[in-house]
């Protein structure tokens, strides 16, 4: 079993209202990106493997890493989608869609919790099954030779954190926000199990010149 170290995708169009218009990085996240895979050859960590999922915003943040692998996609490590339930949850429950990042940390998780129950008849998958799929991608990756990076987002990697530390639906959605963009997140094997040994480390941007570049959406 080997150890995986999760990255979330640099910042992405965080003013979009779908899921379509939010799938790309911004000229900020791009520069956290190069930055973080500066840094990781600076300090000489070595992988074997580069997994990402098959979105716009993971691809564009491995390639601006440069970490020279060849990235394996899989579309397991995709995002659930967050707008798509917010919007369908607003048309059948008359939850308002939020306005600001005040309103977005509250309703966060009402919508995980909504989900959960599936008390949301649009919903693009159901709870159970994104974390079914997310929990068979991490464990086919911990049994790959040498260790992995894997690119991902906010949403998954709370989801690997609520499963690997057991967290209730409350304690995943209050993860998922405080989840940095390019943030690392590292799993080791522990006795037969990941273990999570780094949460949420942005080493690369805590220089004081690059604190503005410490971002969450």
Do not use: C
Request: charged share 20%; net charge negative; aromatic share 6%.
């Amino acid at each position: 079993m080997s150890h995986i170290t999760l990255i979330r995708h640099g910042q992405a169009n965080s003013g979009a209202q779908d899921e379509a218009s939010y799938d790309k990085l911004s000229a900020l996240g791009h520069q956290q990106s190069q930055w973080l895979g500066d840094h990781l050859r600076a300090q000489r960590q070595h992988h074997a493997r580069l997994y990402t999922g098959t979105l716009k915003r993971h691809m564009e943040t491995a390639a601006s890493m440069q970490t020279g692998l060849e990235p394996i996609e899989d579309a397991r490590l995709n995002e659930l989608e967050y707008l798509t339930l917010a919007r369908a949850l607003e048309s059948e429950k008359g939850v308002p869609f939020p306005q600001d990042q005040a309103a977005f940390t509250s309703h966060l998780p009402q919508v995980f919790a909504a989900w959960q129950n599936d008390e949301i008849k649009g919903a693009p998958e159901r709870f159970a099954d994104f974390e079914a799929r997310v929990l068979a991608a991490i464990k086919e990756i911990a049994q790959g030779e040498g260790p992995a990076l894997v690119v991902t987002s906010g949403g998954l990697i709370s989801m690997v954190m609520r499963q690997v530390l057991r967290l209730d639906i409350h304690a995943t959605a209050h993860m998922a926000l405080a989840i940095y963009n390019t943030s690392q997140h590292r799993l080791f094997p522990i006795g037969g199990n990941l273990s999570p040994t780094m949460f949420n480390a942005i080493p690369h941007l805590e220089n004081p010149d690059r604190h503005y570049a410490q971002t969450h959406v």
